[in-house]
């Protein structure tokens, strides 16, 4: 990983991780947690990451990315208070099947697409359980910092499955 903190701009490299199979998320979400609202989130991924891009996006920031070769995507991420309408990708444009299906190939922790996924297309009450390998304490504090309720079931020698519960919208 490599991390640089500037006072503008804070940036992350995952790259290595991604392509040891090891889930970055939780340092995403570290770097993210410093991030303020003046600042820009420079992110390098080995691809798109439509999962991270609807997250930040429930967290108020707009992210455009841009892929450099085939294994390295920047995304960049803006507080929509600070960005031109035009200069992100609109939060309304849903991936596509196809575009989620590779991320989550690409990506480590896919369960967190097919979560941001039903998220976005859930009413406040519904839910949804999702076979999970393992959730990080991480991304359940992200989630529940957005109004959704965590349960985790885990049973002997059986898939563990994450219960996820779409609250009333938190207020920002």
């Given at each position: 990983m490599v991390f640089?903190?500037?006072?503008?701009?804070?940036e992350l490299d995952v790259r290595m991780e991604l392509k040891n199979g090891q889930d970055p998320f939780d340092k995403i979400m570290d770097s993210v947690k410093q991030l303020q609202e003046h600042q820009t989130f420079i992110l390098h991924?080995?691809?798109?990451?439509y999962p991270l891009i609807s997250l930040m996006e429930?967290?108020?920031?707009?992210?455009h990315s841009k892929e450099v070769?085939?294994?390295h995507w920047i995304t960049t991420f803006v507080h929509k208070n600070r960005q031109h309408p035009d200069q992100y990708e609109a939060s309304s444009s849903l991936p596509s099947e196809a575009d989620l299906i590779r991320s989550s190939e690409q990506n480590p922790c896919g369960a967190v697409a097919r979560i941001i996924q039903f998220?976005?297309?859930?009413?406040p009450g519904d839910s949804c359980s999702f076979p999970v390998n393992q959730i990080s304490d991480s991304l359940q504090e992200q989630l529940e910092s957005l109004g959704v309720e965590c349960r985790i079931e885990q049973k002997t020698n059986q898939p563990s499955y994450l219960t996820v519960k779409k609250l009333a919208v938190p207020e920002r």
């Open positions: 640089t903190n500037q006072s503008e701009r804070l991924t080995t691809f798109k990451p429930m967290k108020g920031y707009g992210g070769t085939t294994e998220l976005q297309r859930a009413n």
